[in-house]
């Protein structure tokens, strides 16, 4: 599992979703890119996409809940 911001593939994480909200995300980034990377850690879903994606992905994810932080 990557540890960075940028994956093997020098695609850019967009967050880390919780495993239910998978076909959202999916769904959502799908409008703007075909080129999407994701990796399963336990229940979280970490989501790549090309840099030149990055900030509309941001921006199509804003309202899908997304993992909570360690509290």
């Given at each position: 599992?990557?540890?960075s911001?940028?994956n093997?593939?020098g695609?850019?994480?967009?967050?880390?979703?919780?495993s239910?909200?998978?076909?959202a995300?999916?769904?959502a980034?799908?409008?703007?890119?075909?080129?999407?990377?994701f990796?399963?850690?336990q229940?979280?879903?970490?989501?790549?996409?090309p840099p030149e994606?990055l900030e509309?992905a941001?921006a199509?994810c804003?309202p899908?809940?997304k993992?909570?932080t360690?509290q």
């Amino acid at each position: 599992m990557p540890s960075s911001d940028t994956n093997i593939s020098g695609l850019q994480r967009v967050a880390d979703f919780p495993s239910n909200q998978h076909q959202a995300v999916v769904a959502a980034i799908g409008k703007i890119s075909h080129q999407l990377e994701f990796y399963v850690y336990q229940d979280k879903f970490s989501f790549y996409v090309p840099p030149e994606h990055l900030e509309a992905a941001k921006a199509l994810c804003e309202p899908i809940p997304k993992m909570a932080t360690n509290q």
